[in-house]
């Protein structure tokens, strides 16, 4: 457990934000530059990701990106001289195998945590982020705990000996506190440390989303709730509650929801909706069936296709022919905001900025959390 003087400061009073990503080999669509972010809508701006060398165990910036990265916070701050950025280290596609050499060693850890201050503190950026997705076995989770205790206690020290304000310490996180794997008979859970990240971390951006990807199965992929029909599977609502109950603090909780969306082709064009309960040969639209929310906008105008939004689990959808889009539209992002509030949540983060469309849903997001209006619609 971190000592008294290695403890997390208090966190910032909210936290409206997003991550930044220019995309890579994977995503077709290179995201606009950090100058055209409008960054007068959030507090906190993360720039993802860099990445973990697997030999040398030390943090590195993308060589592609390596200007972006080191104007970042020069970039953001023109518009809004207050937001705060963090550099983001991992991503869904990193390495996991370098992150699990990594925290099982103590100076490979030391390696991670010592470059990741130079880094950040070399561009600029006001603090750190864990994307580590995820961690997946016990002995990972214990591991991940001693890592942030670690982390914390070395910036502290740093802060000490050089003057310079405390860098903030965040992670990115499952939607629930358990992070299984397999499937039945046979699986896997992996519980976080909750009192080590309370203790050492300044908050936690939970991933409320990503439930339904590129199988065949169809589902709400960042429900708020579950439809009855399926009461059992994940939701943004189920995740958090259980991260509350195992001991995380409202206060150190963000919750997150996507500016993207998940496609599936369907076997029958008379099957769709929010509730779908249909046959599929696979993804549509992309490889993986993932596209971001302005080229929803854009394939909604060009195919005509008809939009719907399910208020039970708090989550849009549109349709051409066989071809089905679940995705998050301004109506559940006004919702997502207003239930963030309303339960006392530090705040809310996005993924990503660059998915929007001309700042539509970050303006509605950030308009709604100013607002006194509560209740959810």
């Known amino acids: 457990m971190a000592d008294s003087q290695s403890q997390a400061p208090e966190s910032s009073s909210f ?29 906190h ?8 060398d697997p030999n040398t165990h030390k943090v590195v910036v993308p060589e592609s990106h390596e200007q972006e990265f080191s104007n970042f916070t020069e970039d953001v701050q023109k518009k809004n001289p207050d937001v705060q950025t963090l550099l983001s280290i991992g991503g869904k596609h ?53 890592l942030l205790e670690e982390w914390r206690l070395a910036v502290e020290v740093e802060s000490r000996h050089t003057g310079d304000p405390t860098l903030l310490l965040t992670a990115a996180v499952y939607y629930c506190p358990v992070y299984t794997s397999g499937s039945y008979p046979v699986y896997f859970e992996a519980h976080y440390p909750v009192q080590l990240i309370e203790e050492n971390l300044d908050w936690v951006n ?61 076997s029958n064009d008379k099957d769709h909706g929010a509730d779908v309960a249909a046959a599929t040969t696979g993804v549509a639209v992309s490889a993986d069936g993932s596209i971001n929310y302005d080229q929803i906008i854009t394939f909604i105008k060009y195919h005509k296709a008809e939009p719907g939004h399910d208020q039970t689990v708090v989550g849009d959808y549109c349709f051409d022919g066989t071809t089905l889009i679940m995705y998050d539209d301004i109506e559940s992002i006004v919702t997502k905001v207003r239930y963030t509030k309303k339960n006392g949540l530090l705040g809310y983060f996005a993924w990503n900025v660059g998915a ?21 619609t």
């Open 206 to 266: 939970i991933i409320a989303f990503d439930f339904y990807g590129s199988s065949t199965t169809i589902g709400p992929p960042a429900g708020l709730y579950n439809h009855p029909s399926k009461p059992e599977g994940p939701c943004g609502d189920s995740g958090l509650k259980q991260w509350i109950k195992a001991g995380l603090p409202d206060k150190k909780a963000v919750f997150g929801f996507p500016y993207f969306g998940q496609s599936w082709t369907l």
């Open 45 to 52: 701006l993360f720039c993802a990701f860099a990445d973990l």
């Open 15 to 43: 936290v409206k934000a997003s991550y930044w990503y220019p995309g890579d080999y994977k995503t077709p669509h290179p995201q606009s530059p950090p100058t055209d972010i409008e960054s007068s809508l959030f507090t």
């Open 94 to 146: 990193a390495d996991k195998s370098a992150f699990v050499s990594m925290v099982h060693d103590h100076r490979s850890r030391k390696s991670f945590i010592d470059s990741s201050i130079r880094i950040a503190r070399s561009y600029g950026f006001n603090g750190l982020d864990l994307a580590w997705e995820y961690p997946s076995s016990s002995r990972e989770m214990i591991s991940f705990g001693t």
């Open 356 to 376: 929007d469309d001309d700042s539509y849903l970050s303006r509605a997001a950030s308009h709604t959390w100013g607002s006194n209006a509560l209740t959810e």
